[in-house]
């Protein structure tokens, strides 16, 4: 969870102190209010306790750390339209499923023992005695909506007419203990599937139906009894910072923060502005970045046969000489030379022995050559001798392109400083002493 800000250069105990923040909130149900917007103590509670590890924050920090959440969340969804921040993807989740099934989940860790007992306490002692009618789907109806199990499908998605069958088809009613009834329709847990439970759905595995309808039915009670236990405008605010933290994410991804290894158009097109100028001040400002092995000094020795070259790997090991090795027992034609393959330097496309060579601090185990199906295998031992460091051109193409990424990283990361800074310098934030001893201004 608290991976969001770890990428912000943002110190928030600077920025904090240009909030209109007050201590003043007389609601004890709330534990912050931003811009009139509240924050439950509940969330708060909540996200305390599943943040509970080896280092925890301090409860100053997380309620600073969810508002900040929200500040961006509110910005990412001006800026951005779902489905910018949420691209779908076709084997993920619907979101709002997504987002439901963290919801329970988390409830369910959070509360276990007392959902237990809840259920204990129905008649039976489970979820069954809520259940007021249970339907199977027919092959009539599985014919319908999904079409044949046999016939091969390249998309799993229904029709607009196919939804709506499904939406009047009812696999369960219920009547939870407050009188409340309602209904679990096949569009139901059609929806919460991702392409792999489709795929069940349109193969006709029933037994799989009737598992995805049970835990439907089991988060739905989850949510109902927090509700009933809490509020549910606690449960609804627990839930929106849930939204906030990903929506949030979601912005910090779009402006390259997080993860290096995702893609960022944002990232990518500030990379393109970089200037030459920009580069060479970054290369000689961190030219220990740029340092690389220009040649190394290395010797060889192949066999064509594995238990022979782990057998020398043994004896190398225990300090046997190299040369008179490679002279007794390669088939390499570095073999009179000792295996002497001479000085590898560092330019253009290196063979595979040559890359190995410079993967190598000294002796490599034996490998197997990457050879052709009707080619002889060899195994092959490298010991490199020698290293030779020095840097990458200023002016190569390596350089411009490391150099411009990490110059647009950290440009990106001042843009979204800047950003949440400018939010905070502008939120009215009201903190309710019920929430606990809390002062903004002592961020860590």
Same mark, same amino acid.
């Given at each position: 969870?608290?991976?969001?800000?770890?990428?912000?250069?943002?110190?928030? *105990?600077?920025?904090?102190?240009?909030?209109?923040?007050?201590?003043?909130?007389?609601?004890?149900?709330?534990?912050?209010?931003?811009?009139?917007?509240?924050?439950?103590?509940?969330?708060?509670?909540?996200?305390?306790?599943?943040?509970?590890?080896?280092?925890?924050?301090?409860?100053?920090?997380?309620?600073?750390?969810?508002?900040?959440? =929200?500040?961006?969340? $509110?910005?990412?969804?001006?800026?951005?339209?779902?489905?910018?921040?949420?691209?779908?993807?076709?084997? +993920?989740?619907?979101?709002?499923?997504?987002?439901?099934?963290?919801?329970?989940?988390?409830?369910?860790?959070?509360?276990?023992?007392? @959902?237990?007992? *809840?259920?204990?306490?129905?008649?039976?002692?489970?979820? /069954?005695?809520?259940?007021?009618?249970?339907?199977?789907?027919?092959?009539?109806?599985?014919?319908?909506?999904?079409?044949?199990?046999?016939?091969?499908?390249?998309?799993?998605?229904?029709?607009?007419?196919?939804?709506?069958?499904?939406? &009047?088809?009812?696999?369960?009613?219920?009547?939870?203990?407050?009188?409340?009834?309602?209904?679990?329709?096949?569009?139901?847990?059609?929806?919460?599937?991702?392409?792999?439970? =489709?795929?069940?759905?349109?193969?006709?595995?029933?037994?799989?139906?009737?598992?995805?309808?049970?835990?439907?039915?089991?988060?739905?009670?989850?949510?109902?009894?927090?509700?009933?236990?809490?509020?549910?405008?606690?449960?609804?605010?627990?839930?929106?910072?849930?939204?906030?933290?990903?929506?949030?994410?979601?912005?910090?991804?779009?402006?390259?923060?997080?993860?290096?290894?995702?893609?960022?158009?944002?990232?990518?097109?500030?990379?393109?502005?970089?200037?030459?100028?920009?580069?060479?001040?970054?290369?000689?400002?961190?030219?220990?970045?740029?340092?690389?092995?220009?040649?190394?000094?290395?010797?060889?020795? =192949?066999?064509?046969?594995?238990?022979?070259?782990?057998?020398?790997?043994?004896?190398?090991?225990?300090?046997?000489?190299? $040369?008179?090795?490679? /002279?007794?027992? %390669?088939?390499?034609?570095?073999?009179?030379?000792?295996?002497?393959?001479?000085?590898?330097?560092? &330019?253009?496309?290196?063979?595979?022995?040559?890359?190995?060579?410079? %993967?190598?601090?000294?002796?490599?185990?034996?490998?197997?050559?990457?050879?052709?199906?009707?080619?002889?295998?060899?195994?092959?031992?490298? /010991?490199?001798?020698?290293?030779?460091?020095?840097?990458?051109?200023?002016?190569?193409? $390596?350089?411009?392109?490391? +150099?411009?990424?990490?110059?647009?990283?950290?440009?990106?990361?001042?843009? @979204?400083?800047?950003?949440?800074?400018?939010?905070?310098?502008?939120?009215?934030?009201?903190?309710?002493?019920?929430?606990?001893?809390?002062?903004?201004?002592? @961020?860590?």
């Amino acid at each position: 969870m608290f991976k969001l800000f770890a990428g912000l250069a943002l110190s928030l *105990a600077s920025v904090c102190g240009h909030a209109q923040i007050s201590y003043q909130l007389q609601n004890n149900a709330l534990a912050a209010k931003i811009n009139a917007e509240e924050l439950h103590r509940f969330s708060l509670d909540n996200m305390q306790q599943l943040a509970a590890g080896k280092a925890p924050p301090s409860r100053t920090a997380l309620l600073s750390q969810m508002l900040s959440q =929200r500040l961006l969340a $509110a910005e990412a969804r001006r800026l951005y339209p779902p489905e910018a921040l949420h691209p779908a993807s076709r084997i +993920a989740f619907a979101r709002d499923v997504a987002i439901e099934d963290r919801l329970a989940s988390s409830l369910r860790a959070l509360y276990g023992k007392e @959902l237990d007992q *809840a259920v204990k306490a129905l008649p039976g002692g489970t979820l /069954k005695a809520l259940i007021q009618e249970e339907n199977t789907l027919s092959a009539g109806q599985q014919q319908a909506i999904f079409g044949s199990p046999t016939q091969t499908t390249l998309e799993y998605a229904l029709k607009p007419a196919q939804i709506n069958q499904a939406k &009047q088809t009812s696999l369960l009613r219920y009547q939870l203990p407050n009188g409340q009834k309602g209904n679990l329709s096949l569009y139901d847990i059609y929806h919460r599937q991702n392409v792999q439970g =489709r795929i069940e759905l349109y193969a006709a595995n029933q037994p799989y139906l009737i598992q995805q309808l049970q835990i439907a039915f089991a988060n739905l009670f989850t949510l109902y009894w927090a509700e009933q236990k809490f509020g549910t405008a606690a449960v609804s605010d627990y839930r929106r910072s849930l939204n906030d933290q990903e929506d949030a994410e979601a912005l910090m991804k779009i402006y390259g923060i997080g993860d290096r290894h995702d893609s960022s158009d944002f990232l990518d097109a500030l990379a393109k502005k970089v200037s030459k100028a920009e580069v060479q001040a970054y290369y000689l400002a961190h030219k220990e970045q740029f340092k690389r092995i220009a040649k190394v000094k290395a010797r060889h020795i =192949r066999v064509a046969d594995e238990a022979l070259a782990k057998q020398l790997i043994l004896r190398l090991t225990n300090g046997e000489d190299f $040369a008179s090795l490679a /002279k007794q027992y %390669s088939i390499a034609d570095s073999a009179k030379q000792g295996g002497d393959l001479g000085w590898i330097v560092h &330019q253009g496309t290196l063979s595979w022995l040559a890359q190995i060579a410079f %993967s190598q601090t000294e002796l490599s185990q034996a490998f197997r050559a990457p050879v052709g199906p009707d080619e002889t295998a060899s195994w092959d031992i490298i /010991k490199t001798e020698q290293r030779v460091e020095d840097y990458q051109s200023a002016h190569s193409e $390596a350089v411009r392109y490391a +150099a411009s990424a990490e110059i647009a990283h950290q440009k990106a990361s001042r843009q @979204l400083n800047a950003l949440l800074k400018h939010q905070w310098q502008n939120a009215k934030i009201e903190v309710s002493p019920a929430a606990g001893n809390l002062t903004l201004q002592a @961020l860590e």
